[in-house]
């Protein structure tokens, strides 16, 4: 079983960066696909990105060529790099991850992006 704990949200202006961190416990972490989603007020949980354990990296389009997502199995920990940031980026955070479904959670950090 693997804990999540999300970490780096926080308010920011538009066109600033952030960099999300999730800390994984565990020591299985290399052998999950590790996935960020969002979740904007009133609306449905969305995917953003994906890694998985060979390092292949999957994105929305919605944020395509702004978002980077990373790991590093040595310290357990998967990170997104959100740069131009819009205030559509607006929304709860979440780590996820997987063995061939999504099935363990963080409990998300909050982002903010004022126009």
């Known amino acids: 079983q693997v804990q999540l704990v999300e970490s780096g949200g926080g308010l920011v202006q538009a066109g600033g960066s952030l960099r999300l961190s999730c800390a994984a416990s565990g020591r299985t972490f290399s052998t999950y696909a590790m996935g960020w989603f969002r979740q904007a007020p009133g609306k449905e949980r969305e995917f953003v990105a994906q890694i998985n354990r060979s390092g292949n990296t999957y994105y929305a389009d919605s944020v395509k060529g702004r978002f980077t997502i990373s790991r590093d199995n040595a310290k357990n920990t998967v990170y997104l790099q959100m740069n131009s940031l819009k205030p559509e980026d607006t929304a709860v955070y979440y780590c996820?991850?997987?063995?061939?479904?999504?099935?363990?959670w963080g409990q998300g950090t909050q982002v903010t992006v004022s126009s």
């Open positions: 996820a991850g997987s063995l061939g479904s999504y099935s363990y």
